[in-house]
Every structure is written in C-alpha cells, then in structure tokens.
C-alpha cells in the first residue's frame, strides 16, 4: 500500500501560482509513475499531469500544458505540482495518484482544495 498526503491548495486570484504537494509513504516511492489528476463540482475527475518514476517522461493536459510543471524529489518521497498563471477553470479539489500505468490510478490520496478568484 500506499499513502498519500496533499497539502498546498488555497485560494488565490486569477494569475497567481500555487504549489501544491503530495508526500507518500508505505512503499518505495521512486518506481511508481504518479500524477495530479482534479475533479470540479459537477464534473468528472480528470488528468492534470503526470510523471514516470525516474522523473524524466513527463505528461500533461492540454488546458494545463505551459503553465503547470510537474516533478518529484523519490530522495524526499514527494511529488509537487507548480501551478502558474491560474484560471478560475483551474478550480477544482486536486488530487494525488500513484501506480504504474503512465496516468496512474492504482493509489490516491484524499485531495486538497484549489479555488481561483477572477
């Protein structure tokens, strides 16, 4: 198993950033492919970005792509989400994936918050 804590949301204007954060314990962080993945009131979850384990694929929504850059630190079992040039659309609870398929789904975490103000 594994765990996953988000911590970061909040609220902010229209055009400000935020980093989000995603600690995981229980398992060796470093093989697991993990992603952001938010879900809107009223809609479906969907993907936000995506990252294989060693750090260097990779991948990302197009309504994200060019503002929101994701990475992992496997020494400090984290995985960030650096979201820039925000939207009211960017509101959403945004949350932690962990797995092994490129948009992983196998592990969650319980999401936090993210609401942009226009």
């Known amino acids: 198993q594994v765990q996953l804590v988000e911590s970061g949301g909040g609220l902010v204007q229209a055009g400000g950033s935020l980093r989000l954060s995603c600690a995981a314990s229980?398992?060796?962080?470093?093989?697991?492919?993990m992603g952001w993945f938010r879900q809107a009131p009223g809609k479906e979850r969907e993907f936000v970005a995506a990252?294989?384990?060693?750090?260097?694929?990779?991948d990302y929504a197009d309504s994200v792509k060019g503002r929101f850059t994701i990475s992992r630190d496997n020494a400090k079992n984290t995985l960030y989400l650096q979201m820039n040039s925000l939207k009211p659309e960017d509101t959403a609870v945004y949350y932690c994936?962990?797995?092994?398929?490129?948009?992983?789904?196998?592990?969650w975490g319980q999401g936090t918050q993210v609401t942009v103000s226009s």
């Open positions: 994936a962990a797995g092994y398929s490129s948009r992983p789904t196998d592990y």
């Open positions: 229980g398992r060796t962080f470093s093989p697991y492919a």
């Open positions: 990252i294989r384990g060693s750090g260097g694929n990779t």
